[in-house]
């Protein structure tokens, strides 16, 4: 049975003002999936870098879309969204 699936790498963005939120879902070094947020100022060397392991792909997935709702309701705008197809990391 092949449990190889192809699952994109999520890499989004939201602005707001001179503060910025990002998130990536990707494997860690031990091919397990984490969201890694972080957030700070535009103009600043000041900000803040959270790693939260997830269980799975499709939580990391549910994991973004609840942190997008919240900077949606903070009025943050969605700046970027970019995917990368891998056929490599966790099942």
Same mark, same amino acid.
């Given at each position: 049975m092949n449990t190889e699936t192809t699952q994109a790498w999520l890499s989004l963005r939201w602005e707001k003002g001179s503060r910025y939120y990002g998130v990536l879902l990707q494997p860690? *070094?031990?091919?397990?999936? +984490? +969201?890694?947020?972080?957030?700070?100022?535009?103009?600043?060397? *000041?900000?803040? +870098? +959270?790693h939260l392991p997830v269980a799975s792909y499709e939580e990391g997935l549910a994991s973004i879309e609840q942190i997008g709702r919240v900077r949606q309701r903070r009025g943050y705008t969605l700046v970027t969204e970019s995917r990368v197809e891998s056929t490599r990391g966790p099942s």
């Open positions: 860690d *070094l031990w091919q397990q999936w +984490v +969201v890694i947020c972080s957030w700070g100022g535009k103009n600043t060397a *000041l900000g803040r +870098v +959270v």
